[in-house]
């Protein structure tokens, strides 16, 4: 039996930093490619302060994906096994991240 050891810590701290980052850096990806690139036409100006309400609204988003990330176990550690046979439960997180995202936006 393996106990958990300041590596084991360490490395899971380092993924949750990592997918925080990642998670909220791709919903700002979003809004600056939906309001600044003019790649995707808008019909009204968004309002004035529209980065900082995309901001907390990211914000959320991220505390919402880590915990379901951590309800499924994507950062107990160690992992063993190769990494193919985490892609189901990798994609079912994101998954369900996406529809809460979705409905917490339809709600607000």
């Known amino acids: 039996m393996h106990h958990r050891d ?6 899971s701290a380092v993924a949750v930093i990592g997918d925080a980052l990642a998670v909220f850096a791709g919903f700002m990806l979003a809004v600056w490619i939906r309001f600044d690139t003019q790649l995707i036409p808008i019909r009204d100006l968004p309002p004035p302060d529209y ?8 914000a959320i988003a991220t505390i ?19 990494f193919g ?5 990798l994609t079912n997180a994101i998954g369900l991240g996406i529809i809460l995202s979705v409905a917490l936006a339809f709600a607000m």
Not at 6 to 11: A, I, M, N, P, R
Not at 66 to 79: A, C, D, E
Not at 85 to 89: A, H
């Open 6 to 11: 300041t590596k084991d810590v360490l490395t």
């Open 51 to 58: 980065y900082a309400i995309y901001m907390r609204a990211a």
């Open 64 to 82: 919402l994906f880590l915990f379901i990330f951590k309800v499924r176990g994507l950062y107990v550690r160690p992992q063993i096994g190769p």
């Open 85 to 89: 046979d985490k892609i189901p439960r």
